[in-house]
């Protein structure tokens, strides 16, 4: 069975620092790992797509890794703001056309 | 409509009552998801349609959970005799895609919080 974790829960950093966010999973057999923002009672917004085949992803300040064979991806934050506080959560899919597996989520704090 | 819609936003349950959660998804899209999310813990799937067909409910947790999704779009969640597990939020995500665990476009709703007393 797929786990994923997501370490530490809480992260708090000042306005301007430069964070990496970390995401495990135990089976590597999988087609793509999905990164998502969540705010305060809403839904999730999904950030960067890798597929297996890729190393990374961009979209401006965010930068995934992906490293299949060590079950490990990791979401790159460059210059973060307040705005970007939120819970990051990672997900990867189990099967073609099937449900995705989350870890728990990264609720991150950026202070002015 | 722009994206997902979900509606109640909020619902208060008495334990025993039974409650319908309703997901308004992007028109057209083939594939739609169920998830239930418990606080500060990652959504967890229940069950997925494409079109009206359900091809997996695994992660329903009873048989007090039921979903239908007739006319392969609205789709509706129903709990039957709720019990204070059942509080949580209830999400619901489409996707223009059928292979969705291949190309990953997921749109979330807003989710509908349910609090059972």
């Known amino acids: ?112 | 409509g722009a994206g997902v819609s979900q509606s109640p936003r909020y619902k208060v349950a008495k334990r025993g009552q039974d409650v319908a959660l309703r997901c308004d998804p992007i028109s057209g899209h083939v594939s739609l998801f169920w998830y239930q999310q418990a606080l500060g813990q990652g959504p967890e799937f229940l069950t997925y349609f494409q079109n009206e067909a359900q091809l997996d409910k695994s992660g329903l947790p009873s048989d007090r959970f039921f979903a239908e999704r007739p006319e392969g779009s609205v789709s509706t969640l129903k709990i039957q005799r709720t019990q204070q597990e059942d509080s949580a939020v209830y999400l619901c995500a489409s996707s223009p895609a059928r292979m969705v665990g291949v190309y990953g476009e997921l749109f979330f709703g807003e989710g509908s919080r349910l609090t059972v007393l």
């Open chain 1, 1 to 112: 069975k797929q786990e994923v974790t997501q370490i530490p829960a809480a992260l708090s950093v000042p306005e301007g620092e430069n964070l990496v966010l970390n995401c495990s999973f135990t089976d590597s057999a999988i087609y793509n790992l999905q990164w998502f923002r969540q705010d305060p009672g809403k839904g999730l917004t999904s950030l960067l797509l890798i597929q297996s085949s890729q190393r990374e992803q961009t979209s401006g300040r965010l930068n995934a890794s992906l490293d299949k064979s060590s079950g490990r991806s990791t979401l790159y934050i460059a210059a973060s703001q307040p705005g970007d506080s939120a819970t990051y959560l990672c997900a990867v899919p189990n099967g073609a056309n099937s449900k995705l597996t989350f870890g728990k989520g990264i609720t991150l704090s950026v202070r002015p």
